[in-house]
């Protein structure tokens, strides 16, 4: 009796454990726009689509496309490319919409292609470049991977209206 105990108090430390570890690691999905890779974290994505038509809407910013029906709910498009002074292109095998969230805001975004679920440690994600210190800016932070930079996105700046 006395072994099973030891080894069941074991087995709940070491779940313990993996737990803490877990707390040291930022879950996020990578997409990419140009050649840039980007990413969000993966509790703000309500679900990533692949592109179907959507309605123009007039006097809105050049980076809206408009808006398209999710499941009875109207959801503005915005075009991630030309929202970060990149030329737009027509849609390809790999775009998607990426449908976001943070708390009561809701948009999609073209995306060019995604690229993968990512685990970051925490310790491996620094802060956005000196050169951009303003706290309006949409970028969180730098993910560092052994070959590759990866730029995490500020979801609720992604969503704000400024239409």
């Known amino acids: 009796m006395a072994d099973k105990l030891k080894e069941i108090i074991n087995k709940q430390s070491k779940q313990q454990d993996v737990g ?37 809407v007039p006097q809105v910013p050049k980076y809206v496309l ?13 075009d991630l490319r030309t929202k970060f002074g990149l030329e737009s292109k027509k849609h390809g ?3 998607r919409f990426i449908v976001m969230r943070h708390g009561d805001d809701v948009a999609g ?3 060019d292609r995604l690229t993968m679920a990512i685990r970051i440690k925490k310790e491996n994600i620094g802060p956005a470049p000196d050169t951009i210190n303003d706290e309006e800016t949409i970028i969180d932070g730098v993910g560092k ?15 704000e209206r400024d239409f």
């Open 93 to 95: 095998e790999d775009t």
């Open 20 to 56: 803490g570890q877990l707390d040291d690691v930022v879950q996020l999905v990578g997409f990419m726009i140009g050649d840039e890779e980007y990413a969000v974290p993966i509790l703000s994505i309500q679900e990533i689509i692949k592109p179907f038509t959507w309605t123009r």
């Open 109 to 111: 975004f073209v995306i």
């Open 145 to 159: 991977q052994e070959d590759k930079i990866i730029t995490l996105l500020k979801v609720n700046k992604l969503l």
């Open 66 to 78: 408009g808006v398209f029906n999710l499941r009875g709910a109207v959801i503005p498009l915005i």
